[in-house]
């Protein structure tokens, strides 16, 4: 069967039977989409998630909620086995209204209130911070006026870069202000960070997001300010002397018992064989997590209720995976992976979906060139589904599996990114922000992925 | 300098030369880039077209001020000149606020108001018609039934097939009913029609839409249902007997006098040679024509202003077009072409934006196989903004220039799709459901494609 890796441009010298093979592929990975277009239950699914349950923080109650959901949800669809990993997870508290505002300009008072939420993992400020201002764009201009530092607030300007056409890159640039920018700080004595929320939108709301502290320093308090007000402030601290006002919550609680969600259909031929597929169950606590993570929830749901609808078995044994806790911590990832190491499973593919539900524009696979371009002479049955396989891959849940065995070929769904930075980790991801037909053509993709993988295996 | 239309797989067989002219390309298309991400105005000009202007039919006093609101707008952008090509419109007004119901089912009454709108140059009922439905999926449907249609009200369920994933392709088949279903049934002594909106939304707004009758029959009246609304009714009409009313107040005025709004750089070394850009300026009446086709007119106002930004001089004269009259009768469209049949001009190349502000997929280019394969060499350099040539492309307002130049190449803005019918027509088309990164990325591709054109010309 190894003619059915060649290169496309080959394919009028192929075999009659390979022909036949790969019109048996597309008229059923066409019936997966037409099941999933017409009669797909993601978005409604999602609505429960979103609407019945809400923000769900690992620790709340409302990720309880969505632990016992999601289990009698993926039953009542019809996995082989549903079962539940215990694992700890944080269990970070906001513990009250972030506020943040201007209080004086050169020495004249005001009172501006500015749209701010504390970073997720923050500690609260204990009482009302107010100092002065000192306004960075990068972390040499902070190194560079250390000086000016000690007993002030440092607003770090982490605008995103808009030149970038792939809004990741800019995200993974900005966000290292939001990460580790307040310990930054404190080195130097700063008593609280502010940052320019990091969103691509143009309007004013905050977004918050993980950081973490360095044990060396004090743990000081630190928020994001809505885009408006943040490119406000940095431009009146440009010109002069800005007092401003935190006040923070945060706190942790001893860490919570949770659990990812696992729906098996055991394999057929190769059962010690596994293929997973997944998102994160938890979300951030300020917004209802629709593109963050719900729709890779219910995407993930929506590749085993197709599966059941057209009545396909799979060769190999497919896990399907609601992870217990990405956002501050990543444990569900790492329980997942520990057991199966403890489990010695064979994992050979592993597909995240955690970038919204969004257009499809393609499935990034990390793997060796010679593999990659064996799955890329996938791609004219993708391309039908708005999609086709490029090099890189995989998702944050997804990445402890290398630990158990790097030979594990990541991958994760890439949506198109335009809108996601408008409202990852805002209050404005909702529901009402997901489009059905956007968040199902994803699950169409994940579907044909996981059929190709199972059918024709990795190598 | 005909190397550089070679396929791409012999790149590595250019010359130097080449490959420097090809940075050339690359870095100056970046440059436009990075300049319209960062300081393009199309989304600030799509909140004036939409928020101070709002919904403009030809014929109606918004649409003059759209007119002058584009004259002026494209005047302070910086084009050599702008003039205004005078045209005639139809003018039809929707009269009043629409009615449909079902009021009877099975012989009992009730009153259950339904979400409707007149179709588009559809006349008024003259006050209230009652009478019994008569649901059909299909024209043959209506064919086979013709006896029972008789003084009845016919209801198209033209629902979208959902398994199209490229939207237009399920709006092609189902616009049927909208465009001529009226006609049809009235042939049949229908005395009014109703059909399902051509919408892909999950909700229940109604979309309007030209419609037309054939003279040879009653003009009866027209309206789109809310999609639930629709569903429910023929989900009734399924299992018994149901009684409707429809009122509609839809009349024409005398035409309107209405203008095309054109800006122009002059081209430095081949004046007589023209490209075309350009989206149409009416909308309908019940939105604010923000995705149709507001993003096709601010993406082309941005071009200009992108040019001028970075200091571009074409070497060919570039029209900015916005079209006076596209929804109810493509006569800015034609306007166009007949001037420029009699001013003789040479179109080489023109480009329309008419299928909504979302993140541009290709450029769409109607082209013989060989100039194709050209185009499609540089798609390189589309490709790191979302885009690429493809096959197949054009717009209703710049078709009418075949007629002036069958040799004139036609192309077309395609974005993903998966959205547009959820707004299309309906009232839900407004600024707030435009994303800025997605319409600006349009007019990036649109500045690349126009550039490209202009400097290697379409031979």
Known sequence: ?????????????????????????????????????TNGTAYDLLYELTKKIGGRLAGSPQQQNAVIWGKKSLEAIGADKVFLQACKTPNWKRGGT?????????????MQPL????????????????????????????????????????????????????????YGESGAFRRSGASKAAKYGAVAVMI???????????????????????????????????????????????????????????????????????????PDQFITLGGHLDSWDVNEGAHDDGAGIVQTMEVLRVMKAVNYK???????VLFANEENGVRGGNEYA??????KENHIFVLESDEGGFTPRSIGITASPTQLARFQTWNP??????????????????????????????????????????????????FENVNKRELHLGAVNMAAIIYLIDKYGVK
């Open 1 to 37: 069967m190894k003619l059915r890796f060649l290169p496309l441009l080959l394919l009028p010298l192929f075999s009659r039977a390979q022909t036949a093979q790969s019109n048996v592929d597309s008229l059923f990975i066409k019936k997966m989409s037409d099941e999933i277009m």
């Open 98 to 110: 972030d506020f943040a505002a201007i209080v004086g300009v050169n020495g004249v008072a005001r």
């Open 115 to 170: 749209a701010a939420l504390a970073l997720g993992n923050s500690l609260g400020s204990n009482g009302l911070i107010e100092a002065e201002v000192v306004a960075v764009a990068s972390f040499d201009e902070l190194d560079r006026r250390k000086e000016e530092v000690k007993g002030k607030i440092v607003y770090y300007h982490s605008v995103f870069d808009p030149t970038k056409i792939q809004t990741f890159k800019a």
């Open 196 to 270: 320019h929320s990091l969103s691509t939108a143009p309007d004013n709301e905050p977004h918050t997001g993980s950081m973490s502290y360095d044990e060396a320093y004090p743990k000081i308090p630190a928020v994001a300010l809505g885009p408006d007000d943040a490119k406000m402030l940095y431009a009146l601290a440009k010109k002069g002397t800005i007092k401003a006002q935190v006040q923070t919550y945060g706190f942790f609680l001893p860490d919570a018992d949770e659990n990812n969600v696992v729906a098996e259909i055991r394999g057929s031929e190769f």
């Open 314 to 320: 799979p060769k190999r044994t497919i896990h399907f």
């Open 338 to 343: 520990n057991q199966a190491k403890i489990n």
């Open 381 to 430: 049955l993708l391309k039908p589904y708005s999609s086709e396989i490029t090099s890189g891959g995989g998702g944050t849940d997804i990445g402890p599996m290398l630990g158990v065995n790097k030979a594990t070929i990541l991958a994760g769904l890439i949506p198109d990114s335009q809108r996601y930075f408008d409202l990852h980790h805002a209050k404005t991801d909702v």
